[in-house]
């Protein structure tokens, strides 16, 4: 199972951008990398979800360099309501029910 | 995106009673669906993997006799909680899988916080 290590908190002021770091050295040839943002007492919700390079979609970026042992979601302009904790997660292939829950990162966003 | 339903949102109940959990995928099927716990200001943890029609897959150290999963169908997974105890108490919180593949993705539930007095 790919393992993943990523920051326990961040802080960071309304309107400035955020950028979070996983490492997952040993991600498989198959796996994709998908991030997870959750409120407290709330099941998880997609954020987004790549396999390599650049993915954007209306709500973040996520960076994949080459050789995909890290990945960075990237929050343009947060603001308060982003205040969440952001998971990334490795492999979603159920057949191998890579399905592993890392520590989490808890960003604190401040007026 | 997908909906997945999970209800009921919060159970109160006393020590020695079962209590069921209820996930459901509203709008796509899902032979797949996991069920996590979560502990105050904690990660998430699988506890099984629930595939309709088969035995569920429980992660080691998660007893099947005390947490038992039914996938009686494509959009319904249920989990039991038997003679809850108050360390049993916790949030509880299914997912199901949609897409195949490259596509496929996981879709939670808002979960269940459950307190046993």
């Known amino acids: 199972l790919a393992k993943t290590t990523q920051p326990i908190s961040m802080d960071s002021y309304e309107g400035q951008e955020v950028n979070i770091t996983c490492s997952h050295n040993?991600?498989?040839?198959?796996?994709?990398i998908t991030w997870y943002q959750q409120f407290p007492s709330q099941g998880p919700r997609f954020i987004i979800q790549?396999?390599?390079t650049k993915v954007t979609n209306e709500v973040a970026s996520l960076f994949i360099p080459a050789d995909r042992k890290s990945s960075t979601l990237s929050l343009p302009r947060v603001s308060l309501s982003d205040t969440a904790v952001y998971y990334c997660?490795?492999?979603?292939?159920?057949?191998?029910?890579?399905?592993?829950f890392g520590s989490g990162t808890r960003l604190q966003v401040q007026p | 995106g997908a909906v997945v339903s999970q209800h009921p949102s919060r159970v109160i109940c006393k020590s020695g009673t079962s209590v069921k959990i209820e996930c459901r995928s509203l709008d796509f099927q899902a032979t797949t669906m996991f069920w996590y716990r979560q502990f105050p200001k904690k990660s998430l943890m699988l506890m099984a993997t629930?595939?309709?029609?088969?035995?569920?897959?429980?992660e080691q150290g998660v007893e099947k006799d005390k947490f038992l999963i039914n996938h009686a169908s494509l959009t319904l997974s249920t989990l039991t909680v038997t003679s809850a105890h108050p360390e049993d108490s916790s949030f509880y919180i299914c997912s199901a899988s949609k897409g195949l593949g490259t596509n496929e993705k996981l879709f939670f539930g808002s979960g269940t916080q459950l307190s046993v007095l």
């Open positions: 629930s595939n309709e029609g088969s035995k569920a897959t429980y």
């Open positions: 790549g396999y390599k």
């Open positions: 997660l490795v492999g979603l292939d159920t057949g191998r029910r890579a399905l592993t």
């Open positions: 040993n991600i498989a040839t198959n796996d994709y």
